[in-house]
């Protein structure tokens, strides 16, 4: 079998097939972009709820940095306050160590209140206060002389001499932002942890404005950690902080110490939150201390934090395509069962079994397809019951009188020239019953294709006629009819067998008052035809014998004519139409004959 006929088979001939391939490519369409939308809406949201824990983080570290500038100028602020302090830190600065030692004893003894305070003692203290502070360290510019000061030990003296260091061309310069420690200064205080940052402030003589030296604070980066303690569980990517210079002061990653950062010279095409080719970078400037807070988070670990989202709405997708597909597409399969049975039936009726029945209880659309299939059925046996088997015997009726007239006209022919013969000898009444005859005849060849209750009455009488003149003074006859029945269409033959059964069973020769009347009434279901006659009568077992005689379905047998008016009648118009019995003994019988009134039904060509 090729591809082409199983695509007719099963897709192009199959209405089903196509209602489940056609709402299984929507219903994947539809999910499949309300996915990518939601998709994309929940990673864009993922994307900024993760930017914005970032620019959180790095408002806080940079939050951190304003309160270390504050407290570096806090300090020389602290010294600028208290005259005494400023004086001794000044003299310190602008002498040796052993005449500010000496100087410091005088002022010491002088003071009344012995309450001196040192600059020395201000400085550790600062450091002690501030568990941030790696180094602190006081430059004097006149003496060329470095003060450090560290955890470890109080104060150490180290000469700065031109000569041999360019720590005075260092301290020369500029400062009052953050910067990365220099590498001089690093050396004569041997200190080379790379995650160290530093403020540089001048110090100036407070009399004379005069700068005498500088401050420079050494801050360790690790601590920067405290300001993350909240944010550091959610933080992704990283966190710099960038010096003027390109210098980092601050590594979250710790990738970046002792490097100089190198996108310095692009940051200036950067705004907030900017997104860049491979990475999401946030820059958050800050005038005070001279530093770029800069926040990045690679694209790959970006998605890393929507991956779950991705699976989530995949996964979800998936089991939603599943869902729609297998539910609908189990509903049309057993409608489809449920519509191929119907056509199997079908199929049985068209090969003629018209006893087949769908077997569908279901009140949908379906259920009343197979209950009004079964009602065609019914009604069509029934037409064919009442139509075709009335047809049948109406034919057999007509075989039977045809079989009784060879040669109609030569029949016609003959009985006019006895006729003729007879009234031509005196037997006037022998012609007359030949003329009865010959009329009666004409009657039954005739076929007319409406046949009224007038026509049928007339076929009565001329059969009545004959006997009349046969028995003379002994038999009489009489017919009524409304006019208004007379134009009603009644079948052929429906009561003349009635009224050839009297003549036959019922007449008395012995008498010579036998009478038969014919009246024909209107009723409430038709037209009641009532013939009674004073003959012979039945008895009750006789006449139970000929009901059961005349009723549908009886085997042939006697009563034929009867049985033939009382089955056709039934067949044609229904169980309420037909012929009832009742006789007394030497009394007589009466035959009621209930016929429709079809001069305005559908079925006048029967």
Not at 9 to 33: A, C, G, P, Q
Not at 395 to 420: C, D, G, S, W
């Amino acid at each position: 079998m090729g591809l082409g006929s199983m695509y007719r088979r099963n897709i192009k001939n199959n209405v089903f097939i196509k209602l489940i391939l056609l709402f299984s490519f929507m219903t994947i369409v539809t999910i499949i972009t309300f996915s990518l939308l939601m998709y994309r809406s929940m990673s864009e949201t993922v994307i900024n709820r993760e930017l914005d824990n970032q620019k959180k983080a790095m408002e806080n570290v940079n939050s951190y940095f304003e309160n270390k500038y504050d407290s570096a100028h806090a300090i020389l602020q602290g010294v600028y306050r208290d005259g005494q302090l400023s004086a001794g830190v000044s003299y310190f600065l602008q002498h040796p160590f052993q005449e500010y030692i000496r100087h410091n004893l005088d002022q010491y003894i002088r003071n009344s209140d012995n309450v001196l305070t040192s600059g020395l003692q201000y400085f550790k203290n600062v450091m002690d206060d501030d568990m941030d502070i790696s180094n602190l360290i006081l430059y004097s510019t006149d003496q060329q002389l470095m003060y450090v000061y560290n955890p470890l030990i109080s104060m150490k003296q180290i000469s700065t001499n031109a000569v041999h260091s360019y720590i005075p061309d260092a301290m020369a310069l500029e400062g009052g932002n953050f910067t990365l420690p220099s590498p001089w200064i690093r050396r004569a205080i041997d200190q080379w942890d790379t995650r160290l940052y530093s403020i540089r402030l001048q110090i100036n003589d407070r009399q004379t404005l005069k700068n005498i030296g500088q401050m420079a604070v050494y801050y360790n980066a690790d601590n920067i950690w405290r300001a993350l303690a909240s944010d550091k569980a959610n933080l992704k990517g990283t966190i710099l902080v960038v010096s003027s210079e390109g210098g980092v002061l601050f590594d979250s990653s710790g990738s970046y110490y002792g490097k100089p950062f190198p996108y310095m010279n692009q940051m200036d095409k950067f705004e907030s939150s900017v997104l860049s080719e491979s990475t999401y970078l946030t820059k958050l400037s800050q005038n005070k201390g001279g530093i770029v807070v800069i926040g990045m988070i690679p694209k790959e670990q970006m998605a890393d934090a929507y991956q779950g989202v991705r699976n989530t709405i995949l996964t979800i997708s998936l089991i939603c395509i599943f869902v729609a597909i297998l539910i609908p597409s189990l509903f049309v399969i057993r409608f489809a069962r449920r519509t191929n049975e119907i056509i199997r039936f079908t199929r049985k009726v068209k090969k003629g079994d018209l006893t087949a029945r769908i077997q569908d209880p279901r009140e949908d659309e379906l259920g009343q397809i197979s209950t009004s299939f079964n009602d065609m059925l019914d009604d069509l046996n029934l037409y064919i019951d009442r139509v075709y088997k009335a047809e049948i015997k109406q034919k057999h009726t007509e075989l039977a009188a045809l079989q009784a007239r060879i040669n109609p006209h030569f029949l016609y022919n003959t009985l006019e020239v006895i006729r003729m013969r007879a009234i031509s000898q005196g037997a006037q009444d022998v012609g007359e019953m030949i003329y009865s005859l010959s009329a009666l005849f004409r009657t039954f060849v005739q076929q007319k294709t409406i046949y009224l209750l007038k026509d049928e009455l007339e076929a009565c009488r001329l059969y009545l006629e004959l006997f009349r003149i046969r028995y003379k003074d002994k038999f009489s006859y009489e017919i009524e009819c409304d006019l208004m029945l007379g134009g009603k269409q009644v079948l052929q033959m429906s009561l003349q067998p009635i009224i050839e059964n009297y003549i036959v069973h019922g007449l008395r020769t012995d008498r010579t008052d036998n009478r038969i009347h014919i009246r024909a009434l209107s009723s409430a279901n038709g037209i009641h035809v009532r013939i009674e006659d004073n003959g012979h009568g039945i008895t009750s077992e006789r006449l139970e014998e000929i009901r059961l005689a005349i009723s549908p379905n009886a085997p042939e047998g006697e009563s034929f004519g009867l049985r033939s008016v009382n089955e056709r009648l039934k067949l044609l118009y229904g169980d309420e139409y037909g012929i009832e019995l009742e006789s007394q003994p030497e009394v007589g019988t009466i035959v009621n004959v209930w016929l429709p009134d079809l001069e305005d039904r559908e079925d006048r060509h029967v």
